[in-house]
């Protein structure tokens, strides 16, 4: 049973928790670690737990069969996912890789759905969560087919500052421009191309191992 002050620190959903709906929580939740370019869960993988990310980074995309990589979104600490798959008990449709060491608190289906059909506080942060990840989703389709590798990338990073889907995001992103070309779909040499512009224009400031963000509504709508 991880301590509650931690539970706490990882999941900002625990804090609209009553006592006995935090127990239960605890009880059924585990951490485990894994490697940078480990997978945590493989595409067609019946993954039984809601997850969240306590440390590290995560890539949630596909592999074609022809062996072209698309990415979905960048998970990073504090973000919670996989809600939609425990809800339908359905395989997962997409992988889950750790950009670097990571570490995954899991919380267990059957203590998941004991909250779902308990907890007003629960219930209230999924309907939240599940509108701004259809929201995320449904913008990845657009600029994915109409904006430049500049533009997708603004949006990319723009992206991980959703207060709802990363609750506990400062302006600044410990981030490397290798990681963000891979949550980009686009190569290191590019990125670091891409963030000098939005650095240039005075919507990011680049710093060693990471990114401060300088003006985040321009950048969520770069390129229009």
């Known amino acids: 049973m991880i ?31 894994f490697g940078a370019n480990e997978h945590i869960v493989v595409r067609g993988d019946q993954f039984d737990y809601w997850a969240g990310v306590v440390t590290g980074l995560v890539r949630m995309g596909i592999v074609s069969r022809h ?55 629960f219930n209230r942060f999924l309907v939240g969560q599940l509108n701004e990840r259809l929201g995320q989703f449904i913008a990845l389709v657009e600029y994915g087919r109409t904006l430049d590798a500049t533009a997708r990338l603004a949006r990319s990073i723009a992206s991980l500052f959703n207060p709802i889907l990363y609750p506990d995001m400062t302006r600044h992103l410990d981030i490397t421009q290798e990681e963000i070309g891979a949550l980009t779909g686009i190569s290191r040499q590019n990125a670091n191309q891409c963030l000098k512009a939005l650095e240039k224009q005075g919507l990011l400031r680049l710093e060693y191992g990471g990114v401060t963000i300088l003006d985040l509504e321009r950048l969520r709508n770069y390129g229009e």
Do not use: P
């Open 3 to 33: 301590a509650e002050d931690h539970l706490q620190r990882i999941a900002a959903w625990s804090r609209e928790l009553n006592e006995r709906e935090i127990e239960i929580a605890r009880a059924g939740i585990v951490e485990k670690s």
């Open 67 to 121: 062996g072209k990589a698309t990415t979905f979104t960048g998970l990073t600490a504090g973000a919670w996912f996989g809600e939609g798959s425990v809800l339908k008990n359905e395989a997962r449709r997409y992988d889950l890789v750790a950009l670097r060491d990571t570490r995954i608190a899991m919380m267990d289906r059957t203590t998941f759905f004991w909250l779902f059909e308990n907890s007003v506080g």
